[in-house]
Every structure is written in C-alpha cells, then in structure tokens.
C-alpha cells in the first residue's frame, strides 16, 4: 500500500534553533517528493520538489534531502524564526498513472516559541 | 504567491442546503484539483479536472459534484449538505508539464 508516513507528529523549538523533519514513504513507483508548508488556515506552499536524481535541495534556510534507495527524506530548517511555526507536509507522486497521483503524508506541526 | 482564488473563504450553513463553492486561477493551468482536509489529518483527493469539460471522481467518496465549463474556474456543489460535509476543502491547479501544484488558500465549511 502506498504510503507516507512523517515523524514527528508535533515539535515545539525555540526561536533560533535548527529543526529537522522526516519523511518516509513506500510509494511506487517514484516520481518526485515535495514537502509544503501550510500556515493555519491556508492552503500549502511549495517549498522544495526532488525528482529520483536529486538528493538534495534547498529553499533559503530550507534544505531537503532525498534517499531514494531506502525511501526517506527529511527536511532541515536553520536558524528558526516565529514565521516557521506551521505544519510541514510531505507529499510523494508516482508515475505510474496520467494523473501523476500524490501522496500526502499527515504533516509535522512546527510551533516555534520566542 | 500563486493566482488562485476560493470564496468563500469561511461559511457556516445549515443542513439540507446547497452550497457552491468556488475556486478559478487564473495562470491558464489545465489541470485542476479539489482536496478535502480535516484538521491534523492529510489531504484527501475528491475531484479533478485535466481540461474543459473533463472531470473525475478522486479517491475519497464525496457527495459532491463539480464542473469545468472554462479553464479558469473548478466550482464544487453539494447539493444537500450534511454535518459531515464539515471540513476543510482546498483548490489546486498545475499547468504544462511541470510538477508545481499551486494551492488556493481554501474553505473553512461548517454544516450545523
């Protein structure tokens, strides 16, 4: 079954500090992963897409990484600030249709406190 | 920031009524999504259009029905709403051949 699992579900750090977020996934056939930020209320925004070739990615203090061989990626976000605090959703797409179907994982909620 | 629009952004409504909800881009994607998302959980696929006049059912079962009479706008009906109709549904458009999907900032449904 094709599934995207994130880790953890919740995580609370100080203004300033680095994070890191995971993602594991078993879908297949693999296209690209993307992980979106969603502020409270709003719709998600992109913030990286990594295609099978691509191992690492980065967005300003964002910078995702991509282990296609055991299906993993994480995404790692520098010197925190207050702006930073939403959930943070991984979304996996195979190729094995037209539709290009995505995958979502549940999201990490990120709350940065001051 | 993406040129993709919902209204309305917030509606609380009683049961048995018919709601529309709107959602129209206006970067000339022909592709075009309709995502229902409860809090804390992932977005779940209900709709999705490839152009004019082509529409599908996506993997969670809804009530709800849409149309793609032009390119810009993707409305969703429900025709008879229910308490549990209530959540949030999320509008997105990809363009081309390119991977970006573009997200509408969404509508807050409440059914009482």
């Known amino acids: 079954k094709n599934q995207v699992e994130q880790s953890p579900q919740s995580l609370i750090i100080l203004e300033g500090k680095n994070c890191t977020l995971q993602?594991?996934?078993?879908?297949?056939?693999?296209?690209?992963l993307r992980w979106y930020k969603q502020d409270t209320g709003r719709g998600p925004v992109s913030l990286t897409i990594m295609t099978f070739s691509e191992n690492t990615k980065s967005n300003g203090r964002y910078t995702a990484t991509l282990d296609a061989d055991t299906k993993q990626s994480s995404l790692h976000i520098t010197a925190s600030q207050l702006s930073d605090s939403a959930s943070y959703i991984c979304v996996v797409s195979d190729r094995g249709s037209t539709l290009g179907r995505l995958y979502f994982g549940r999201g990490t909620q990120l709350t940065v406190w001051p | 920031e993406a040129d993709i629009y919902q209204t309305p952004r917030y509606l609380v409504i009683g049961t048995g009524k018919k709601i529309t909800l709107e959602c129209s881009q206006t970067m000339g994607h022909d592709k075009m999504y309709w995502y229902q998302q409860d809090p804390g959980m992932e977005l779940h696929l209900i709709h999705y259009s490839y152009g004019v006049n082509s529409t599908e059912k996506g993997d969670l079962s809804s009530e709800s029905t849409v149309s793609r009479i032009r390119t810009e706008h993707f409305p969703l009906t429900l025709e008879s709403a229910r308490p549990s109709h209530t959540s949030q549904y999320l509008c997105a458009s990809t363009g081309g051949q390119g991977y970006e999907q573009y997200f509408g900032p969404g509508t807050r449904l409440t059914v009482t």
């Open positions: 993602c594991n996934y078993t879908v297949s056939p693999f296209s690209n």
